[in-house]
């Protein structure tokens, strides 16, 4: 049955890829993904573009187990060489070409096979698939909209590209903006505040600061200053300046501590953030799904990149087929050989 479902996978995905599926725009992947499972003795529901399905044999006193992974992609960067929504093979390297083959296409499709393959399998938990629209933007019409719907979660399975290597660990965002303030005056004369001063004290500040605490696998919480503006005219001292920082948080704080802390060492500039939903995430790599991953040759890691492990309010494991360096590439591929193993590992991690 394995061998079935990998070629069936394999199909899906080049439809998948053939179909544009751009953030907010998943419509048409998402129909695919919901007759691909009707086709297969599944019963699936939509929430919005978001494809959902339950075991079968569903008991509310056992634990819950959720697979998950996304149907949308990134627009194609400029520099493809091919069409990105041609799922082209290369028979000699086995690489399956196209936009979303990495990322996450294979560990989607993968997902969905192993699904099918557990759902009338005897099972000591229930199983819940949701393909998941809105990933690449962090949309809330993604799995944040769908999380209410849910029944309670014991563990996940995020589907990205690691090598199959379990992410025990996955940074989270902030995007802060700031204002330093200061006191206007004549450019010629001693006068005023300048703000654009001050606010390169909060910059150097920001550019060294150290958290007392580091993550495990994850390191110290990353802060960049990406973004500098201030002035209207060449004679006038400056009376505010605005900063743009990317703050990339860890599993040692939440993001809203760690926010807490970047205000208390720049007590001269108002930060106030984007949002602070998407949160780091870790596991214990003790968890029994670690372990199994762990066993069948997997290397526990922390992820720098982002996924909708930032939005689960329960334990999870990134883990799927592809390398993340292929992610938002052009000409992005995947190897035909890592989606069976996929399937294969990841029925094997479940049984």
């Known amino acids: 049955m394995i061998d079935e479902l990998y070629y069936q996978s394999v199909d899906l995905l080049k439809q998948l890829i053939a179909t544009p599926r751009v953030s907010r725009d998943e419509t048409a992947a998402a129909d695919i993904v919901e007759r691909f499972l009707a086709d297969n003795g599944c019963a699936p529901q939509r929430l919005g573009n978001n494809v959902i399905v339950k075991s079968p044999d569903w008991d509310p006193h056992r634990p819950t187990l959720l697979l998950n992974s996304h149907i949308d992609t990134v627009k194609p960067v400029a520099g493809w060489t091919r069409d990105p929504h041609s799922p082209d093979v290369d028979p000699e390297t086995e690489r399956l070409y196209g936009l979303g083959s990495n990322d996450a296409g294979a560990s989607l499709v993968s997902l969905i096979a192993t699904f099918i393959y557990m759902k009338d399998r005897p099972c ?96 110290p919480v990353k802060i960049t200053v990406t973004g ?92 799927g087929p592809g390398d993340s360096a292929r992610s938002h590439t052009a000409d992005e591929y995947i190897l035909l050989p890592e989606i069976r193993d996929a399937i294969t590992r990841y029925t094997k991690i479940l049984t």
């Open 124 to 219: 000591a938990y229930n199983l819940v698939l949701v393909a998941s629209a809105e990933e690449e933007v962090s949309g809330k019409n993604g799995l944040e909209s769908v999380i209410p719907h849910l029944p309670p979660i014991s563990v996940a399975i995020v589907g990205e590209p690691t090598g199959m290597n379990p992410a025990v660990a996955e940074k989270g965002l902030m995007v802060l903006d700031g204002v330093v303030k200061g006191v206007s005056g004549h450019a010629a004369r001693n006068e005023g505040d300048n703000a654009i001063y001050k606010a390169m004290g909060v910059v150097e500040t920001l550019r060294t600061l150290k958290m007392p605490n580091e993550s495990e696998y994850l390191g």
């Open 228 to 319: 500098f503006n201030a002035g209207t005219q060449h004679n006038v001292v400056p009376d505010t300046c605005t900063l743009m920082v990317d703050v990339r948080t860890t599993d040692a704080y939440s993001n809203v501590e760690t926010l807490e802390l970047i205000r208390q060492a720049v007590p001269q500039a108002e930060l106030t953030p984007r949002s602070t939903r998407l949160n780091p995430s870790r596991i214990d790599p003790a968890h029994p799904i670690v372990q199994r991953a762990i066993m069948l040759g997997g290397e526990p890691y922390g992820s720098p990149t982002l996924s909708d492990q930032a939005l689960m309010p329960w334990p999870s494991v990134k883990m």
